[in-house]
C-alpha cells in the first residue's frame, strides 16, 4: 500500500519534466514548498495531471469520494471511509467491479507527482519504514483515479502485486503502487485506451534499477512527532535487520 509521500520537487521540475503548466499562478508558492512527508490519512493536497485536462497541474485531495457526493459530504465521508483506508489506495485488480474505481477508470484516470514514497517493512513485529526514490532524483509519476466534486478533485493512488524489489521491503502486505515509466506516462491519460490496454499498463513494471531505497527514522509513524522535516528522509541504519 502507499499511504505516505514526500513532495520536494519545485513546481517549474515538475511543469519541465510532465510538460504541463500549473493550472493557476496563486497555487505556485503553496505547493513550492517541500512536503517531506505527507500522511494520506490527513488527506492533504497534492497536484495531479488530471486526463480531461491532460496539460494542466492541478490540486487534488488525497482520497477519492463517490462522484454522488457534495463538497460539504468530504470530509465526513472520511471520517467513515477510514476503516476502509480512506480512499488513499485503489487495488488494479478491482479497477473494473469497484462501485467508485469503475465510474472514473475510463475517462477520469490521473498522474500523482512525487518525489518519492514510504512503505514499511516489518521485523520482528516491529514497522521500519523505507523511502523509494528515483534513482536519480527526478519526479516518479504514480497512476491514479480521481473523481469531481463540485470544485474539488479527490484522487487515489493505484497499487498491484509487488515486484522482488517491494516484495523484500514491503514484506507483509507485498504491494506497491502503480509507479509509470516514460512510455507509461505518456500512454497512461489517452482517452484511447481500453479495458485491456489499462490493464496491460498496470502490469508493466517500472525498472527497479531506476530506484533507490533505503530505510529511515521511525519517527515517521509516530503521531505524537512532526516528521515533515528535511531529516525524515535522511538514511537510518538498523543492524537488525538484513534487507
Not at 105 to 134: A, L, T, W
Not at 168 to 173: D, F
Not at 185 to 211: G, M
Request: overall charge neutral; aromatic content about 12%; hydrophobic content about 35%.
Amino acid at each position: 500500500m502507499c499511504f505516505h509521500t514526500s513532495t520536494t520537487h519545485k513546481t517549474k521540475k515538475l511543469e519541465e519534466y510532465f510538460r504541463v503548466k500549473l493550472v493557476g499562478e496563486n497555487l505556485r508558492p503553496i505547493f513550492d514548498k517541500p512536503s517531506y512527508h505527507l500522511n494520506g490519512f490527513a488527506h492533504p493536497n497534492m497536484l495531479v495531471i488530471p486526463q480531461e485536462k491532460t496539460d494542466v497541474l492541478a490540486p487534488g485531495v488525497w482520497g477519492i469520494v463517490p462522484s454522488n457526493k457534495r463538497a460539504e459530504e468530504i470530509k465526513p465521508y472520511y471520517k467513515e471511509a477510514v476503516k476502509y483506508g480512506g480512499g488513499l489506495n485503489a487495488r488494479s485488480e478491482k479497477l473494473f467491479n469497484h462501485f467508485i474505481y469503475r465510474e472514473s477508470v475510463m475517462e477520469r484516470r490521473c498522474i500523482i507527482p512525487v518525489s518519492g514514497f514510504f512503505e514499511p517493512h516489518d521485523h520482528n513485529k516491529k514497522k521500519y519504514p523505507f523511502y523509494f526514490q528515483n534513482s536519480e532524483k527526478q519526479p516518479l509519476g504514480l497512476a491514479g483515479l480521481y473523481s469531481v466534486i463540485d470544485t474539488y478533485i479527490t484522487f487515489t493512488i493505484l497499487t498491484k502485486d509487488a515486484s522482488p524489489l517491494f516484495a523484500k521491503i514491503h514484506n507483509l502486505k507485498k504491494r506497491q503502487p502503480v509507479i509509470l515509466n516514460e512510455n507509461m506516462t505518456l500512454n497512461w491519460l489517452s482517452p484511447d485506451l481500453n479495458e485491456k490496454d489499462i490493464k496491460d499498463l498496470i502490469l508493466e513494471d517500472y525498472p527497479e534499477s531506476n530506484l533507490e531505497t533505503y530505510a529511515v527514522s521511525k519517527d515517521l509513524f509516530s503521531p505524537k512527532l512532526d516528521s515533515n522535516i528535511e531529516g525524515i528522509l535522511d538514511k537510518q541504519v538498523y543492524p537488525e535487520l538484513e534487507v
